[in-house]
């Protein structure tokens, strides 16, 4: 802080450019990893990417059940929310740090 309370504009600048920078490399990051969720003990596999987008799912013969639709319907959506979750937890640990400190700047939404 300057004389006065006033905030160092320089500095801000400086440090908001900096935690830019470190979103940008986080979100590349997010962008390129994969995940994946099971279900079934493993009979339903899904892959999201980091940033959420669902990418494949896997399913064994074994859980193909004609008179059965409703469990498989249930293994697929049980997959796709293990594998989201660990995106989003992913999510926080890439993001949480830079984007914690941006607070401290007045922006919106942060």
Do not use: C, H, Y
Request: charged residues 20%; proline residues 5%; negative net charge.
């Amino acid at each position: 802080m300057r004389p006065g309370g006033q905030p160092n504009m320089q500095q801000m600048l400086k440090q908001a450019q900096k935690m830019q920078k470190q979103i940008a490399a986080a979100q590349a990051e997010l962008a390129e990893a994969e995940l994946t969720g099971t279900a079934g003990g493993g009979l339903v596999t899904a892959t999201v990417a980091g940033t959420g987008e669902l990418k494949s799912i896997k399913i064994d013969p074994k859980a193909v059940d004609p008179e059965d639709v409703e469990t498989l319907e249930d293994l697929v959506v049980a997959a796709v929310r293990n594998a989201s979750e660990a995106a989003q937890q992913l999510t926080e640990q890439k993001m949480g740090p830079v984007s914690g400190g941006l607070g401290g700047l007045g922006l919106p939404g942060f």
